[in-house]
């Protein structure tokens, strides 16, 4: 059984930080790309960041470069996504989801291609207040 659980949500003013985390398991860790996505109410749900545990590469959505940061502990088969500078727009349920690198070459798929991702946690709340 395929599960990824996330935590560390909850709220926080703008200009704050909060830190994410996602634990896997049921999947090998060291095969998989991992995103970040959310969702914010009457909105379709968006590519944040990825990261690939292939090789370590990242990506980001243009609306959180230069203030999120995606990291992941292979040992704890743990993902993060660091978030400074939150801004109320930040305000959305995230989610982490996996993707299987064998499919895509050893690659990922884009960090907007949410159709890619296989695998996904239940999400968590986070709120930014202005």
């Known amino acids: 059984l395929v599960q990824l659980a996330e935590s560390g949500g909850g709220s926080a003013q703008a200009g704050g930080s909060l830190r994410l985390s996602c634990v896997d398991s049921?999947?090998?860790?060291?095969?998989?790309?991992f995103g970040w996505f959310r969702q914010a109410p009457g909105k379709e749900r968006e590519g944040v960041a990825r990261?690939?545990?292939?090789?370590?590469?990242?990506e980001y959505a243009d609306s959180v470069k230069a203030r999120f940061t995606v990291s992941e502990d292979r040992a704890k088969k743990t993902l993060y996504l660091q978030m400074n500078n939150l801004k109320p727009e930040d305000t959305a349920m995230y989610y982490c989801?996996?993707?299987?690198?064998?499919?895509w070459g050893g690659g990922c798929p884009p960090v907007f291609a949410r159709a890619e991702y296989s695998y996904w946690g239940q999400g968590i709340q986070v709120t930014v207040s202005s």
């Open positions: 049921g999947i090998y860790h060291t095969t998989h790309c």
């Open positions: 989801a996996a993707a299987d690198s064998r499919s």
């Open positions: 990261i690939s545990s292939v090789d370590g590469s990242a």
